[in-house]
């Protein structure tokens, strides 16, 4: 007995699909690395550095609030 739905039989294709993150995608990640080198340049410790990369995770998110809340009127 064979199963219908198995993917690797004979015959069967598998669907691949891809993501797109456009260049935001490559804008967040290089906010991302600046912070985390701005970050850990300037920490006094070893816990301050993992402070900064846990900032630099969080710091464009915080810039688009401020930046919106700005253009609220």
Same mark, same amino acid.
């Given at each position: 007995?064979?199963?219908?739905?198995?993917?690797?039989?004979?015959?069967?294709?598998?669907?691949?699909?891809?993501?797109?993150?456009? /260049?935001?995608? !490559? /804008?967040?990640?290089?906010? =991302?690395?600046?912070?985390?080198?701005?970050? /850990?340049?300037?920490?006094?410790? =070893?816990? !301050?550095?993992?402070?900064?990369? /846990?900032?630099?995770? =969080?710091?464009?998110?915080?810039?688009?609030?401020?930046?919106?809340?700005?253009?609220?009127?």
């Amino acid at each position: 007995m064979t199963n219908q739905n198995d993917a690797s039989a004979p015959g069967h294709r598998r669907r691949q699909t891809t993501v797109d993150n456009g /260049i935001l995608g !490559g /804008i967040y990640g290089m906010a =991302f690395i600046g912070g985390v080198v701005y970050y /850990i340049q300037h920490a006094p410790s =070893f816990w !301050g550095g993992v402070l900064g990369i /846990i900032k630099a995770i =969080f710091w464009p998110a915080v810039i688009l609030y401020k930046a919106l809340e700005l253009l609220k009127m």
